[in-house]
């Protein structure tokens, strides 16, 4: 365990109730993982989660979930499992929530959808465009091959109250996935039309878009980028200017997704990458504890 002198923040662990995915899904996120049933069960334990990040040093964790019906198998009930999961710990659980926006509920009022988020205690909503297929920015008549004037509503209300957004960028290799909307330059609409509104691009745009997500997050003051599923070691090549742009990064880990076998194992080497105690101060802990007070 690592000996910092302040508690880590890990924003992107994915706490969700596995055996609602499709069987497709569900091969894709068990491959190479023997302990993939354990880990199922662990899910619905928040005692056992609190444990781990005990064992790990983690002091908080970000559970991220989103709503992927048709390509993964989550509806809007894992809002619920979530906020139920996180009231185990408040302080140290964050949960994540999704809404769809092709939901006819949601597409009628975008903003009691929202409402109805943090009236659940949901902390941040995560929108995952790869999984739920739309661009981010298809509220923009013409943006999009589809329109989505929803997101608007949801996006307008998230920034009035004070509901944080993060953005999966990057690729996705989940059966069906569309990359393609994983690019962040459409995030860059988002900034222009809703620039009180707290955006994390998860993953910096890995691995296409890392130059994208930082134009973004170097443009936009509300704009910050997750670090989670870059190879900790890699994070120098992705983002050569990290240590400057260390007040814009928030420390996450994608556990246990492939490439974090512990939160405890990812954060050891980026710790070895030699950043200045400031700036890894400012990743681990001050910046997540600004967004999430
Ligand atoms: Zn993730």
Known sequence: MHDLPYPVTDIHVHIQPWERL??????????GRPDYESLSAMMHDPQAVLARMDEDGIDRIGLINYVAPRLMGFTDTVNEWVADIAKADPRRLLPFGGLDPRDSKVAQDPRGAVDGLVDLGIRALKIHPPHQEFRVNAYRAGAAEEHLPALAGIYRRAQ???LPLMVHTGTSVFPG????YGDPMDCDDIGIDFPQLTMILAHCGRP????????????FPNAFIDLSSIPPQ???HYIPMLDKLANKCLWGTDWPGPGAPTMDHNLKQFI??????ESRRAILHDNAARLFP
Do not use: K, N, Q, T
């Not at 296409?208 to 170097?218: C, D, M, T, V």
């Not at 070895?272 to 105690?277: A, E, F, K, R």
């Open 177 to 180: 996935a569309r990359s393609r």
């Open 160 to 162: 009035e109250v004070g």
């Open 234 to 236: 890699r994070l120098l």
């Open 272 to 277: 070895d990458l030699g950043l200045s105690d």
């Open 208 to 219: 296409l878009w890392a130059p994208g997500a930082i134009f973004i997050i170097r443009r």
């Open 22 to 31: 499709h069987p497709e899904a569900r091969a894709v996120m068990s491959r």
